[in-house]
């Protein structure tokens, strides 16, 4: 599956980025595109359990593609929520269970964000697109 | 002024941290162990494994008498009158559950439990769900904006109807020694049962059981220098004498038939099926090896240490430290940023600490925070680790504000 122009710029600037000062700046900015969530979107059922800080995420099925917003009260969060919503925007539910989240984190030098010892929320929020992808 | 720690190099596990670029400073959590019980663990299964207290061939005989003179340090080390009062359970989460079940006939519904509200989960549920199981109250002792339970109001609380009181030694968010004493002879003159968390504790000075006059007293070794999968449960004669049984299997049995069966009394009665021998034996060695240690020494190293630490965490602005830690640890939020994203780029820059609630949600709610930050410290720490700590803080702070 070839990127999208936004996720390949992501990928360009995390590439680049040399040491961890500048990939949380990155991480930051990243963050800084996601859209606020309103009071309604911040719901129970939009939380994603499992996390330390508060995750959420908003879904959204139009002729057959998913669109996604989320929020988080953490900042790097929401930086790594915001690359996942780049990778992920418009596909269908074939294209998301097929795609390798990880190895895309991996390829964005942040593959240890994904680790079972984090508590960041990312994992949880992964398995609940998976959930919907599988239409559960 | 650099301050070395003179245990580091007894360590391995430090200097390899080291070169992975970590600073290690989770020592609450779990430590780091002596070569010497790696020395004692490569030697028991480098010279024949066998399991405790069944065989009579010699390799079973050896494992035995290490197993059984751990059980002799540890109540050495604790003061215990007798090593039958040391019980071996698999963590003071066990010790706990033991304590929670074996104890549960002793209540009559209406009677109460007494806690207090900086307990951790695992001093905090086993009541919790006790207290659900027999239809008992479970009153939570306040705390004082010091950390310390609030001694007034605890005296108060328990009364005639507390049948047992359950409280951490040593807090392992707020770093406060709590008034234990008081607490203890208070509920004694009360007939309640007393129970002491000394997970944290107990890795700080040494504990005297019976100078506490506690019933029951539990801990972990992984804390103190040893192996995970063991924890201790001591007990006075009278208190073990009250606890049911509570797992069943091997060698904790006297006469089975198919229908009946009769029991051993503490502590092998407690200890159904194979214990972890081999850290048994790992935690003995980590015994000798403290005990080898000039105590003074180490308890100036530790609280010079922690004077650095508050000192620097008070000097920099917008951090608050939870309660007034006395030694060991300190927990702490920073005004305007999150934990997660603080914690996030300490770990980008290799530093060990922990963060999130710490295994104590209900403390973390009633200081209205939903995680902090915990820096905890070991006799191997020394003066570079916060200096490490410190200035990957500032870099973090600088980046987030
Ligand atoms: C005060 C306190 N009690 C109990 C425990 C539980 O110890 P373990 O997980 O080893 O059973 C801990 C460990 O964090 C603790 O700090």
Redesign the pocket.
């Known amino acids: 599956m070839s990127l999208s122009t936004a996720a390949q710029e992501a990928l360009d600037s995390f590439e680049q980025a040399s040491g961890w000062e500048q990939r949380a700046r990155l991480l930051m900015q990243w963050g800084e595109r996601l859209s606020a969530l309103s009071d309604e979107e911040k719901s129970d059922d939009n939380r994603v359990h499992g996390c330390e800080s508060k995750v959420w995420l908003v879904s959204r099925q139009q002729d057959g593609r998913w669109h996604f917003n989320a929020g988080s009260d953490a900042r790097l969060i929401r930086g790594l929520l915001a690359l996942l919503l780049v990778r992920v925007e418009g596909l269908s539910s074939a294209e998301l269970q097929q795609l390798d989240l990880p190895a895309w984190f991996t390829q964005l030098g942040l593959g240890r964000q994904l680790s079972p010892s984090r508590s960041n929320g990312l994992n949880a929020v992964l398995q609940r697109m998976a959930q919907l992808a599988a239409g559960g | 002024m650099f301050q070395p720690s003179p245990w580091r190099a007894d360590f391995p596990a430090i200097a390899a941290l080291q070169r992975q670029h970590q600073t290690y400073l989770d020592n609450?959590?779990?430590t780091q162990k002596p070569q010497a019980l790696l020395d004692a663990l490569s030697h028991y299964y480098g010279h024949g494994a066998a399991n405790v207290h069944r065989a009579q061939h010699l390799p079973g005989a050896l494992a035995t008498q290490a197993f059984e003179a751990t059980r002799e340090k540890v109540a050495g080390w604790l003061n215990a009158a007798d090593a039958q009062q040391i019980v071996f359970t698999?963590?003071?989460?066990?010790?706990?559950n033991l304590l929670a079940y074996g104890l549960e006939a002793q209540f009559e519904a209406g009677e109460e439990i007494a806690i207090s509200a900086l307990?951790?989960?695992?001093?905090l549920l086993p009541w919790q769900q006790l207290a659900k199981r027999r239809g008992l109250r479970l009153v939570i002792l306040p705390l004082d904006s010091s950390g310390h339970i609030d001694l007034d109001a605890a005296l108060q609380l328990i009364g005639p109807r507390t049948r047992l009181l359950a409280v951490?030694?040593?807090?392992?968010v707020l770093g406060t020694w709590q008034p234990l004493q008081a607490l203890l002879d208070h509920a004694r003159a009360q007939g309640a049962l007393t129970v002491v968390?000394?997970?944290?504790?107990v890795v700080h000075g040494r504990q005297d059981v019976r100078q506490l006059g506690c019933d029951f007293y539990?801990?972990?070794s992984?804390?103190l220098y040893g192996p995970?999968g063991v924890?201790v449960l001591y007990g006075r004669p009278e208190a073990l004498a009250r606890l049911r049984h509570w797992q069943f299997g091997g060698e904790m049995v006297q006469l089975a038939d198919y229908q009946q069966a009769s029991f051993r009394p503490a502590p092998l009665g407690f200890e159904a099926g194979t214990p972890p021998i081999a850290g048994v034996i790992g935690l003995g060695a980590s015994l000798d090896y403290l005990a080898s240690l000039d105590p003074h020494a180490v308890v100036e190293h530790e609280a010079a240490l922690h004077r650095h630490l508050l000192r620097g965490l008070h000097d920099r602005e917008g951090i608050r430290v939870l309660g007034q830690p006395q030694l060991a640890l300190a927990s702490f939020v920073v005004e305007g940023v999150h934990n997660s994203d603080l914690a996030h780029l300490l770990t980008e820059q290799g530093i060990a600490v922990r963060a999130g609630h710490?295994?104590a949600m209900p403390l973390l709610g009633s200081l209205g925070l939903d995680g902090a930050i915990r820096v905890s410290l070991a006799l191997y720490n020394d003066s570079d680790d916060l200096q490490r700590f410190f200035s990957a803080l500032d870099q973090g702070l600088e980046l987030l504000r």
């Open positions: 609450a959590a779990t698999h963590g003071a989460t066990s010790a706990l307990e951790h989960h695992a001093n951490s030694q040593l807090s392992n968390d000394g997970a944290q504790g539990v801990f972990s992984h804390k995970d924890g710490h295994c």
